[in-house]
């Protein structure tokens, strides 16, 4: 079984670590931005997509977004602001290597910022390939193990073990992500071509990589103020596009599959559910889902489904 990044458990608020970080959010949104410049689409899944930082990307695009997360009280929380926002959002709560919903449902997805809590990313990226659909895009982010400044850092180090591709789990020490100061935090660090193979290992086929925060530094955000921050960022993403240098990287990949085309979605979040433990149907009646195969029970808590197994 594989170690979740619990965020109820400590009562994580991971809103407030928005609070100075406009810089990191814009860039991220100005790469979003171009990639989902030319997408359309129904169902749409955030996969670790938290209080929604990024539906107003992909509400305007797809039809029908959907956020996945495994914070429960996170999504009870935010529900109505989202709701009232974008009528067309559902959130579900459910653990990213167990998706509670039908095969070749997804015509869209995205991760951002949540691979570094996944230690096990082939089981998450075997699952997630099932509920996309053919010709879907996935959007994957991830944090850079080798970025220009961690890899001066270890080459003054005399470090050349560093570069290896395998994921770096981040010193626990001053990043608690998900947890308290002080306790233990799941923070993995992947090497790009470790990603690009897993991802064609999986059937997904990397179209465009892309980077972002290029300068991410508190020092820069203090002399140069954020306007001319974005400005040199804009620039940044396009010279260096291909490059290993952003601590913040992400492959744009399209899903192959050879399958039925034409095959009718419902439209409401019950016609796309399934049960996260052997994908059977759900007999669903009012706050309570029982699968019809293995017979889980699965619970709706304060307006949310919780399909979260382990
Ligand atoms: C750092 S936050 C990123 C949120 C959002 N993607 C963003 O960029 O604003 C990580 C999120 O991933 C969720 N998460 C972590 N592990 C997960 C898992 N196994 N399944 C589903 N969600 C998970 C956490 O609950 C948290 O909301
Ligand atoms: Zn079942």
Redesign the pocket.
Known sequence: M?K?????FFD?D?QK??KEREYENES?KLVLGKIYANKSGKWFL?????????APIYSPIYERPVI????LN?LIKNQNILKDKYPSIELV?????KLPFKENTFDGA?????L???ENPDK?LKELWKVMDKNSYYVQ?FANKIHLKSSLKAILRLNFSFFTKEPYQQPTKGNF??TKSGEEA?FYNYHPKYIKELLKENKFTPVKKYGCSYIRSSALKKILGQPLMIKIESILQVLFRRSNIPPSVIYESIIKKDIETNVEKGNCLEDILACPKCKGDLNIQNTVAICRKCKSKYQKKSGIWDF?IK
Request: net charge negative; hydrophobic share 35%.
């Open positions: 594989n979740i990044a619990d965020y109820d994580y991971y670590y928005w991220e955030d996969i670790g997509g938290s209080y929604g930082r990024l996945v997360d495994y914070s996170t709560a459910a653990n990213a290597y995205l991760l951002i910022r949540v570094h809590h996944i998450y982010e992500e998900g799941m979260r």
